[in-house]
Structure formats: C-alpha cells, structure tokens
C-alpha cells in the first residue's frame, strides 16, 4: 500500500557531498513522520536523523552540523543532505515512514525503503 523509494546514493570522496532522497508513494490518508537510517556492514541499523512534521529533525551526534534533512510534505518526499562525508559514514541509507492509511482509522504503520549505498573513499 505504501512504497518508499531512496535514491541519490554513490561513491564520494572524504569531504564530498550527497543528497538522498526518499520519496513515498502509493495509498494513505497522511505520513506523521520521515526519519533516515542506516546500516554499516557488521553493525546495527543506527538513527541518523528523526523528523518531524513541522520539517525539523534530531540528528545522531555522529552526523551534527554536517547532515541536514528537509521534508516536501506537497511531494511526500524527504531529502538528507550529507556534507562533510567521512568514510565511516559509509552505509546502506533507510528512509522510514510513520503512516496512517484511512481517515476512519487512527492506526499507524511503519515502512522501510529499500535502501541506497553510501561509500565515502579515495
């Protein structure tokens, strides 16, 4: 019912620059929330950026003052600028989505996307 699509990712050198992008497509009555993830070989899927709907976001410590997510609520799409890149930034980048699907029902539901490659190396 709820499609959520990343892109954007790449290859960059340390002190380059990104932009994913997570568009959410399909049939729902409104999304509470757009959150980025991410998931290093061997380790855990990590928080990097817990939006909102008013368009602010809390960040990971690790990404502070270098990342910078944005929200086009007209487009259902959120958007994670990554400046400053370090290689360990280097991951597979989730976008997660808070859903309701109906009016009638105040139930929510999370999705994943499918994941976009970040590597940050010379």
């Known amino acids: 019912q709820v499609q959520l699509v990343e892109s954007g990712g790449g290859l960059v050198q340390p002190g380059g620059s990104l932009r994913l992008s997570c568009a959410a497509s399909?049939?729902?009555?409104?999304?509470?929330?757009m959150d980025w993830y991410r998931q290093a070989p061997g380790k855990q899927r990590e928080r990097v950026a817990i939006g909102n709907s008013g368009g602010g976001a809390v960040y990971a410590e690790a990404v502070k003052g270098r990342f910078t997510a944005s929200r086009d609520n007209a487009k259902n799409t959120v958007y994670l600028q990554m400046n400053s890149l370090k290689p360990e930034d280097s991951a597979v980048y989730y976008c997660?989505?808070?859903?309701?699907?109906?009016?009638?029902?105040?139930?929510?539901?999370?999705?994943w996307g499918q994941g976009t490659q970040v590597t940050v190396s010379s």
């Open positions: 997660y989505a808070v859903v309701r699907l109906s009016s009638a029902n105040m139930t929510h539901y999370g999705y």
């Open positions: 399909g049939t729902f009555f409104s999304i509470n929330a």
